[in-house]
């Protein structure tokens, strides 16, 4: 489940496949990444204001390029709301879970989100909650347990990256409720010129703002420019020609990307209780994209 760019971005004559393998990558930097920043001395939630702040000039730029009608009245509280709750919120939760349990835990536990969508479909857009998406939310419950228990090297499982981690899975999966709705009225670009520099907005009062190196502001602007802005176009891009249970399938590798540079590159290894923890949450996402007709 990923929020689509359905009106914009690129592709050419790149495989669609191809463009969501390559978003899948972009999207397992994040972690990475912010971890570099934060550990650069970049506290967490400067890491996710930056991150809304500068992706959000991108496609406010996009959009003034492109001429795109930014939401008005009714339509702009809406967009606002989320840029707090979906960026504010969500960004800073992300951050603060790869700062608490590691980049590889954050990624697993952002996998959470869809069964979050199914959950929260149920319960405000009353949506059918069947044998397999009630199957699949007891997957993930089951995989947190076993992530819980099974911890790893490098890999600090605690209360609190939980937490952060599960936050970050429920304000993400706010993007398929406001994109069921927006997605299609507005062109995206335009919505997330708005709802990006409102979520820095929120989250600038609560940052210890840091002196920065050029390291420090290299990752920064990778996050930025890689993992939210390039990313969320190119699987746009793929989507367009591909049928969204296909792209979901690809893009669940993000993790996979994910606990791997975090193994290489910061010696983080989850346990194999964890392991199989991880292939239970997993699957269950799969499981959810394939069981919706709109998962994206």
Known sequence: ??????????????????????????????????????????????????RAALGGGLFALHAAVTRSALPRGR???????????GVSVFYGAYQLAVRSGGASLASVLLYTAPAFVALLGWGFLRERLGGREVLAVAGTLGGIALISLGG????????????????????????????????????????????LPV???????????????????????????L?????YLAYSAGLRRLPATRASVIASL??????????????EQLSLLALLGAVLVMGAALTLSRASKDPS
């Open 1 to 50: 489940m990923r929020p689509a760019l359905t009106q914009s971005g690129p592709g050419g004559g790149v495989p669609a496949p191809l463009l969501i393998l390559c978003a899948a990558v972009l999207w397992g930097l994040l972690g990475i990444l912010g971890k570099q920043a934060q550990g650069s001395g970049v506290g967490a939630l400067e890491v996710a204001f930056w």
């Open 199 to 225: 979520g820095a907005l929120g989250l600038a009062p609560f940052v210890d703002w840091a002196p920065k190196s050029g390291a420090a502001w290299s990752s920064l602007a990778a996050i930025a420019v």
């Open 254 to 267: 993000e993790p996979v990307v994910a606990a791997g540079l975090a193994a290489l590159l910061f010696g």
């Open 152 to 195: 790893g090297e490098g890999v600090t499982v605690t209360a609190g990256a939980l937490a952060f981690g599960l936050l970050s899975g429920l304000t993400y999966s706010l993007y398929y409720l406001y994109g069921k709705t927006f997605f299609h009225r507005y062109a995206p670009t335009a919505l997330y010129a708005v709802a």
């Open 75 to 85: 339509d702009l509280l809406v967009t606002l709301g989320f840029g707090v709750l």
């Open 227 to 231: 993992s939210t802005y390039l990313a």
